[in-house]
């Protein structure tokens, strides 16, 4: 009987912990994505280097940007060139296309396009530029991912909830007679119920546990596997927290169904 | 000890168990409470150690109103109240100084407690010599006893048998009976719920008796029936 419930409640936090991994792992992946979008900000033709230097000034003001790189038009060829190699044939050109430009490094994701915005609004910049779809995209993917995310868990936790909750409910009713001659004799609902909470709470921990070895294994043998083919993402989840983590989520739905279930059965 | 002021209570299925009851009972007092099965002896038990709360009317034990009684205090009032039932309520697994035991244990008591009331009880229920038996191994009148010894390992007040006889055979219930006495002699208030008429007409004691739910009759040194106990057939 107990073995069923610490079985479940095991299932359900492997599932519970790939679920976290996983967030965490996509929710890093995108964060790295989000770090590396610049706002691009070309200047005028007309703009020479005191002006933008001033402008450079003006952008470093906000208080949401965390960097300007000035990239003068000679660099920016350089740098397309570099970046670009063998498929950019510079003999086409007659002349640098490029304009003087900077690189503006934001500190909140959330913040680049309206912080393009205020920048494109400057006098001198001809445009400030930044991958807008990709951005608000990912805003959106990461946000829609949050929600279900919570969804889910508790969704499980729910599950994991009313296992142990039945669980002790057999448990209590094995018992009932002994309870009644507790009731009986005056033992406080207090007594009555700590063996039961005290079950509750071990079958929850004890599930968790189970949850946390097998979720071990799987980091010691499947992550590097996945790591070696995926080598973009980055898998550096905090491993101690989130056993951590699961281990509280068990204890506590163990806690909580458990005091429920005697309270409700028990009348005390 | 116990006061019942126009109690009435009426069961969720619609069931009048008792109706308008105001009955006293002194300290010490010895009290048969009889009348024939659903006349609402049980359910007057029941309310003196807060198994149930009447619809109306006040209930008072040892200067508690029980009625009004929060579900914590509930248990501090049981301490002082010792309840036998027809069928002893027994832990079968565990021995007879284990079931004693099991009262002040979970009560929180000390083990150099235990180790001195336990004794005690079973010394004066006369089961000291079948400690470590089983129910199982018991007589039905030795399970009894058991039983009583558990009531009164706490040292209650007042003593409440809801058909304490019930399953014995006429000497097991003497001896039983006898015990009761004893134990009142002692000072504790004894509530005897029964329908045993032999063992209520011998004793002569003060005798309730419940009709519907109702006090019909109320007799210090009473008869199961009032009038017929001098009957030679009766009360031989």
Known sequence: ??????????????????????????????????????????????????????????????????????????????????????????????????????????????????????????????????????????????AVLGRVGLGMIALLVLTAAIIIANTIRLTVFARRREIAIMQLVGATGMYIRMPFIAEGILAGVLGALVAIAVLAVAQYEVIPKIAATLAFLPLHVDVLQLAGQLLLTGAAVGLVASWFSVGRYLRV | MIELRGVTLTYPNGTRALDDIDLSIGKADFV??????????????????????????????????????????????????????????????????ENVAFALQVTGARSKDVMRQVPRALDLVGLSHKSRMLPGELSGGEQQRTAIARALVNNPKILLCDEPTGNLDPSNTTEIIELLQRINLKGTTVLVATHNQAVVDRMRRRVVRLENGRILHDDERGYYFRGLGTSPILSG
């Open chain 1, 1 to 142: 009987m107990q073995l069923t419930a610490i079985g479940t409640v095991a299932v359900t936090i492997v599932m519970l912990g790939t679920f976290l991994y996983v967030r965490d792992t996509v929710s890093s992946f995108g964060t790295g994505i989000l770090k590396q979008i610049e706002i691009a900000v070309y200047l005028g033709d007309d703009v020479d280097d005191a002006r933008a230097k001033s402008i450079a000034a003006k952008i470093a003001g906000d208080a949401r940007v965390t960097g300007v790189r000035y990239i003068p038009r000679k660099q920016g060829l350089r740098e397309m060139r570099e970046r670009l190699g063998r498929d950019f044939d510079t003999s086409l050109l007659t002349a640098n296309p490029l304009p003087n430009a900077f690189r503006v490094q934001v500190k909140d994701a959330d913040d680049v396009p309206a912080v393009a915005a205020s920048i494109a609004r400057i006098p001198g910049v001809a445009k400030a530029d930044f991958a807008a779809d990709t951005v608000t995209k990912l805003l959106r993917a990461a």
């Open chain 2, 32 to 97: 048969f409470l009889v009348g024939h099965s659903g006349t609402g002896k049980s359910s007057l038990l029941k309310l003196l150690y807060r198994e149930c709360v009447p619809n109306s009317g006040e209930v008072t034990v040892d200067n508690i109103r029980v009625d009004k009684l929060r579900r914590g205090k509930v248990a501090a009032l049981r301490r002082n109240i010792g309840v036998v039932f027809q069928d002893f309520k027994l832990l079968p697994n565990k021995t007879v100084w």
